[in-house]
């Protein structure tokens, strides 16, 4: 069965990306894209709306990565690295992020991360971290927007949203572009352009 058309595709800092909307249902055809850890893991979800949201997201990413690896999509080995975050064993870098029915897949050669939300979403507690007001305020973007750069380049490093509070603005490159440093690391984050119910981002380890 072919991959649905996606809601929006794009390349951002040498990153493929592609946005699709989530279904409101599973069944074997999903099921069977994934490895056997994966459908366990979403057999054990209590909620069905968080178990059709990690099948399909799953199921989207393996087909991405399968028509890019010339393999079948159950094959490709998927494991947690040290930090937790996901890693192809070939070495592949990929991330995704699925957030008000919808999922944002990215992949490319250098880690990355990305980020996706509703833009309606509330901002009030993210709003307070610093890394968000300082970006908000430098790159004159939404508070929401702020923190789609800040969460991606977080996940770009592989520690997710506990790394956010380590980040430090460096520079404002250009509109929608900002760099981050975390210690020694450079991170390049970029804004999206999905569609305007999200609000996205992606970040590269520069």
């Not at 994934?34 to 909620?47: H, I, N, P, V």
């Not at 996940?155 to 949203?161: E, F």
């Amino acid at each position: 069965m072919p991959t649905p058309l996606p809601l929006w595709r794009g390349r951002c800092l040498d990153v493929e990306l592609r946005c699709w909307r989530l279904p409101d249902a599973v069944g074997d055809v999903e099921r069977d894209l994934l490895s056997q850890d994966e459908r366990e893991r979403a057999a054990g979800f209590k909620l069905e709306r968080r178990r059709v949201e990690y099948v399909a997201s799953r199921a989207y990413l393996r087909r991405a990565l399968a028509d890019v690896l010339g393999v079948v999509p159950w094959s490709i080995p998927i494991s947690p690295d040290d930090a937790g975050k996901p890693q192809h064993a070939g070495g592949m870098q990929f991330n995704l992020s699925h957030s008000a029915n919808a999922v944002l897949i990215g992949w490319g050669a250098r880690p990355l991360g990305v980020d996706l939300e509703a833009s309606q979403r509330k901002t009030e507690h993210v709003a307070r971290m610093r890394i968000v007001a300082e970006v908000r305020d430098a790159a004159s973007v939404s508070a929401i927007g702020a923190f789609t750069l800040a969460e991606a380049a977080s996940k770009a490093i592989g520690r997710g949203l506990v790394a956010v509070r380590g980040l430090r603005l460096e520079k404002v490159v250009r509109q929608g572009e900002i760099e981050f440093l975390s210690g020694t690391q450079r991170i390049r984050a970029n804004v999206l352009a999905v569609p305007d119910s999200y609000v996205a981002a992606v970040a590269v380890l520069d």
